[in-house]
């Protein structure tokens, strides 16, 4: 079952996104979170915002009401390049830096956040930019 899915690792949380979206094809851009109970297992899987090849809006209030309706106590942001590179553009970087402090202020901790490309994902916590 899907629900006793428990997410260890960036890799595991990659297969599962994979899994369920197949978001590696998506012809544009698609940010999501996944909600992860106190055990680490997946509470919800969400697509916020659908965006253009290369352009996406995302605001951090949107993120947080999902994960409020899966009463996640964290969460793992990912999103898609059309492109296929997972390097991190600084808008990536940036708002990974927000929705880090909004999380911090609803009590959600933000454990990664993935860059998903065609031949595999990139951590940004396994970079350094989440601490």
């Known amino acids: 079952m899907i629900e006793d899915c428990k997410i260890t690792c960036p890799l595991a949380c990659y ?31 969400h697509i916020i915002t659908i965006g253009s090849l290369d352009n996406l809006h995302i605001e951090p209030r949107e993120i947080f009401k999902a994960a409020l309706m899966n009463n996640a106590s964290a969460i793992i942001a990912f999103h898609n390049h059309p492109s296929g590179e997972v390097e991190p553009s600084s808008g990536d970087i940036n708002v990974t830096k927000r929705i880090q402090e909004a999380g911090r202020l609803m009590g959600i ?4 956040h993935l860059i998903i490309g065609h031949e595999g994902y990139l951590s940004m916590r396994e970079r350094g930019y989440i601490i």
């Open 15 to 45: 297969k599962a996104i994979e899994t369920l979206t197949d978001l590696s094809s998506s012809p544009d851009e698609r940010f999501g979170i996944i909600s992860l109970n106190t055990k680490c297992k997946l509470a919800g899987l």
């Open 109 to 112: 901790s933000l454990l990664d």
